[in-house]
Structure formats: structure tokens, C-alpha cells
């Protein structure tokens, strides 16, 4: 009998290791941490035109060159703020003996602006100054319905007039402009 407790009690200390070893410890303690998380929203602008517009006429003598050019723009101003759209002539047209921006022979017109309001009337283009394009309101923005418009990007289209005179020389002229989107 003293031999059958002897193995009933080392199986009984095996077993009660097994069991310690399988039943997790479990201890006291939680923990917690906090973060604050920051984020500043900016005012922001990009603009996107095509590579180049072909200005055309309908060759009846002297009439204006005519050319369409959609500019698309995504844009957020502060409540405070506003922004603009503009335009120079970076590199007036060459080579000489052509029509010239300086001289007022370059124009358009703007319509259709998706986000903001146009330019108004007839403009000059202009190597010296920025014209308008679209003047933008304060807390406008792109894309998402709700205070921001629904399109995304928004538009707004252009077209171009230049003046065909009988003292231009013939063959081919070229200027480039420039769009500038700034936001506040």
C-alpha cells in the first residue's frame, strides 16, 4: 500500500504542475494612455491646362484668331480668405514683325466657372500685369457637395482673340501665358 501512495502521490505533484502550467496567471493591472492628435488645414490651389490652343480663323480677310482653352482648378479658401485665378504673358509672341500682347492685340473672355466667378467682359492679356480669370469666394472649396461645390476638379472656360492686322507678316507666332492660383 505504501508503494501505490507513492505513486499516486507523485502523479498527484505531476498533475498539479500540469494543471499550474495550463491555467493562466492572471495579475492585477490595466493601463491607459492618451494622444492628442493635431491636424492643420490649409488653403490650397493647382490649376491643370492643356499643353498648347491653336488660335484659328475663318480666313475671311483681316478677321480675329480665335482659340477655346479649359482650365481646371481644386481650390480651398479660409473663412477669412479668398483667392484668385490669373494670368500673365510670360514670353510675349514671336518672332517679330507679328501680333504682340503689349500692344493690346491679345483678348479674352471667361465664362462658365464652376467654383468662383469668371472674369467679366473683355480682358487685355497682358506681359506686364496679371489679369483676372476667377475670382474666388471665402470658405469655397472643391469637390464633396455640402459648402464645397460638386464638381471636382472645377472648371472654367476661356477663349482667345487675336487681332489679324494687314501689317503682320506671315507665317507662324507663338506667346506663352501662365496661370497663377493663389489661396487664402
Not at 120 to 142: D, F, H, I, M, R
Not at 143 to 153: E, L, Q, V, Y
Amino acid at each position: 500500500m505504501a508503494k501505490t501512495n507513492q505513486i499516486l502521490r507523485g502523479s498527484s505533484c505531476w498533475l498539479l504542475w500540469l494543471v499550474l502550467a495550463i491555467v493562466p496567471r492572471t495579475y492585477g493591472a490595466t493601463g491607459a494612455g492618451t494622444q492628442t492628435l493635431t491636424a492643420t488645414i490649409n488653403p490650397i490651389g493647382s490649376i491643370s491646362v492643356p499643353g498648347s490652343t491653336n488660335l484659328t480663323t475663318s480666313m475671311t480677310t483681316f478677321q480675329p484668331f480665335t482659340g477655346a482653352l479649359v482650365l481646371s482648378y481644386r481650390a480651398r479658401t479660409t473663412p477669412a480668405g479668398a483667392g484668385t485665378i490669373t494670368m500673365t504673358v510670360t514670353s510675349d509672341f514671336t518672332p517679330a514683325g507679328g501680333p504682340s500682347a503689349a500692344s493690346g492685340d491679345l483678348t479674352y473672355v471667361c465664362s462658365g466657372a464652376t467654383l468662383g466667378t469668371a472674369c467679366s467682359g473683355t480682358q487685355k492679356a497682358s506681359p506686364t500685369t496679371q489679369t483676372p480669370v476667377v475670382a474666388l469666394p471665402a470658405s469655397s472649396c472643391t469637390g464633396g457637395g455640402g459648402a464645397c461645390s460638386t464638381p471636382d476638379p472645377n472648371s472654367v472656360n476661356l477663349i482667345f482673340n487675336l487681332t489679324d492686322s494687314p501689317a503682320y507678316g506671315t507665317g507662324s507666332y507663338s506667346a506663352k501665358v501662365t496661370f497663377t492660383i493663389s489661396s487664402t
